[in-house]
């Protein structure tokens, strides 16, 4: 583990020679069980943001330049350039010819005129994007940089279960914040996968948050049957970055992509050690 300002690190991510990179012309196969997560950089050459910003639609451009600050502009370019040219890689399509359409929650998705079961959900960070992608069943990611945060006992008072709040400040002091970040990824993810965001309450369900228990959905109200109907699962984005997936059912079959913006998308894993991501 590495240190820095009082918050526990994860270690960086590692390829897995286990799994060579695929060749550029490859696109990742989704069957009805698999689940895709591809780890996208956001820091990328001024010269290739230039071309990444030719395939967003006229309102993303107007989003990226509602942005104060250059870095946050640039980042939120590239994120969303990388989801269309993901995208694209599974429907076959110019990335510039992909719609989306919001719920009412302001969840995106497919617009219907792409006649495709596609899911997906981005979350983003820092440097860091995290873009999931499965066929049919819903799911939410969510990744978080680590930073010191000098009342997170106040927010997770406010926005934690009795039972995560107390899971939380039952643990050494050392330990807490980087639980406060493992239990707040975990709920976004799952309130992300359920489409409701955070109109949906958050001390109505229960994830695990402590170092030595495996990611998982603990229990749902009123339906506490709901907790069996989903998979939680915490990945590993990199140094400085804390990350969970929530996705419906149990029979999961993960594949990790690095996303490179010209060339070969490397496989790599995101596996943390503590769990198995194959359910």
């Keep these: 583990m590495n240190r820095y300002d009082g918050i526990v690190h994860p270690q960086m991510i590692e390829m897995n020679p286990a799994h060579p990179p695929q060749s550029a012309s490859h696109t990742p196969a989704l069957h009805p069980h698999a689940l895709h997560v591809w780890r996208i950089s956001l820091d990328q050459p001024s010269s290739l943001r230039d071309s990444l910003q030719d395939a967003l639609s006229a309102d993303e451009r107007e989003r990226a330049d509602r942005f104060v600050f250059a870095k946050d502009r640039e980042r939120f370019v590239v994120a969303r ?3 269309r040219d993901i995208i694209s890689r599974y429907l076959h399509v110019a990335a510039g010819d992909i719609r989306f359409e ?10 219907r005129l792409h006649q495709s079961n596609l899911q997906f959900n981005l979350s983003h960070s820092n440097g860091v994007a995290l873009l999931a992608l499965t066929l049919t069943r819903r799911l939410g990611i969510d990744v978080e940089f680590l930073r010191p945060v000098n009342d997170f006992e106040q927010i997770a008072r406010r926005f934690f279960s009795a039972n995560e709040s107390a899971t939380l400040f039952r643990l050494p002091a050392a330990q807490q914040p980087l639980a406060f970040f493992t239990c707040w990824t975990r709920k976004e993810a799952y309130i992300k996968a359920i489409g409701e965001g955070l109109s949906h309450p958050l001390e109505h369900f229960d994830v695990s948050l402590a170092p030595d228990q495996p990611a998982a959905l603990l229990a749902t109200r009123p339906d506490p049957a709901e907790a069996a109907r989903w998979s939680l699962h915490s990945l590993t984005a990199g140094a400085g970055y804390v990350a969970a997936l929530a996705a419906e059912g149990r029979d999961h079959q993960l594949s990790c ?3 490179q913006p010209t060339g070969i998308p490397h496989r790599f894993s995101i596996h943390p ?3 198995h991501l194959n359910r």
Excluded: T
């Excluded at 919001?102 to 617009?111: N, V």
């Design 257 to 259: 992509w690095q996303w």
């Design 102 to 111: 919001y719920s009412e929650f302001g969840k995106p998705g497919l617009a």
């Design 273 to 275: 050690p503590e769990a």
């Design 81 to 83: 350039a990388a989801l």
